[in-house]
């Protein structure tokens, strides 16, 4: 391992630090929609999404930390949680990013259910990844018996990640383009919506690192990948709502007696 990569006291570190933004942000987020009586499955997959990564934390610290005192069984359940838990956080965050865009759509037209059927395949893609971890895991158990068993995922898990990866957040950042026409902007507040939804470039980039981390040969330097890829994921599913709940309130600073329409992504969109 190189003497550069990071150590175990620094991954926990950061586990705990980003963990603590995690739930600050999303609170933040649930607190903002139950204020304005607009919670939605968003908000109940963002919710989830911060459960998982609290439970990724303890998963995280337990397996780092003090190791040598639990049982090899249990040593290797940690590993498959945390391998879980990532997977649920990452992906709970894209799902709730996308019925955030499903929001802003009319109901009942072909783009909502195109948005909706293309939830459904994100959850199955979860899954899909998550059984992958398991086969190849499983099909090769040598690891189960190290000191701090780690699998070693190899090619065909970082290829796979790479692509559900990259597909997935281009979903993300164009799904916004195919809509956002319809609805009644401003230039300056259509580009202010792209690029709060195009901050899921930030994930692509820091899961692109964690697939490079495999391909190599996984590690601590791994570990911290995957602890900040699925802390940003999450930070990011929640800008939506906590970006345009600042404008909302410096517009109504700016005019209080009238307010500049501005969307707030949960209010249905109005055609032109």
Known sequence: MSSAGPTLAQIEVAGIVLTIVVVIVTSFRLYIRARQKRLWIDDAWAALGMILSFMLLIAECLYLQDYERYPQGTRVALYYMIAQ???????????????????????????????????????????????????????????????HPQCDLGRGVAIAQIITDVLGDFVLIFAPFCLIYRVRLSTGQKVRVLSVFSASAITTVVSLAHAYYIFSGGGLKEAMAATVEASMSLIVANLSVVVAFIFRLKAEEDSPSTPTPIITFGSQPKKR
């Open 85 to 147: 838990f990532f997977y649920g956080v990452v992906w709970s965050s894209r799902i709730s990013i996308l019925f955030t865009i499903v929001r802003l759509t009319v109901p009942g037209t072909i783009l909502r259910r195109v948005f909706i059927y293309t939830a459904i395949t994100f959850g199955i893609v979860w899954t899909l990844l998550f059984s992958q971890v398991w086969w190849v895991c499983e099909t090769e158990s040598r690891w189960k018996t190290q000191s």
